[in-house]
């Protein structure tokens, strides 16, 4: 960050990244913010986040960045962490058919709780053998009006169109 930025004050905008665990929410996270990938992560315990400065269409806006835990244990208290969410990713697996047929929960317990924010959907691991059919969560996703994005937080393929198209649904949220 330049000083010229440290100095500005730039919109911000909460972002979430739900999906079952193990997805990959914390290393598409990491990825982005730090350009780095670990091979092997410990799970995230309730919720962790990071804050990044962004330029979307020639305008900075500042993500604060929620990396919420999947695992189901931690969902008694998920729904606090949702709140005032601008925009949310609801990340899947493509090579877990159970982490793509979560998203429709994934989906519904956050729009409870964040009726206002607008969602996307993040198949990651695209660097890995698919399993689930990238025509038929498109179809999902498209069906109810949400951009589809795919990923590799290990090669860094699409991660950067991710959190670009993250950033355009907070801001048409804020």
Not at 16 to 32: C, E, N, P
Not at 57 to 78: H, N, P, T, V, Y
């Amino acid at each position: 960050m330049s000083s010229s930025q440290e100095t500005q004050v730039f919109p911000l905008a909460k972002v979430v990244v739900a999906g079952d665990g193990s997805v990959g929410k914390t290393s598409l996270i990491r990825r982005y913010c730090t350009d780095m990938f670990e091979e092997s992560r410990v799970l995230t315990i309730g919720v962790d986040f990071q804050v990044k400065i962004v330029e979307v269409d020639d305008r900075a806006i500042k993500l604060s960045i929620w990396d919420i835990a999947g695992q189901e244990r931690f969902g008694s208290f998920r729904d606090t962490f949702y709140r005032g969410a601008h925009a949310v990713a609801l990340v899947y697996d493509v090579t877990d058919i159970l982490s793509m047929n979560n998203l429709p929960n994934w989906h519904r317990e956050i729009a409870k709780v964040a009726p206002q924010a607008r969602f996307c959907v993040v198949g990651n691991k695209i660097d890995l053998h698919r399993v689930v059919l990238r025509s038929a969560v498109e179809g999902w996703a498209s069906a109810r009006g949400l951009p589809y994005v795919e990923t590799s937080a290990k090669t860094a393929e699409g991660v950067d169109e991710f959190f670009l198209t993250l950033a355009r649904l907070a801001l048409r949220s804020i």
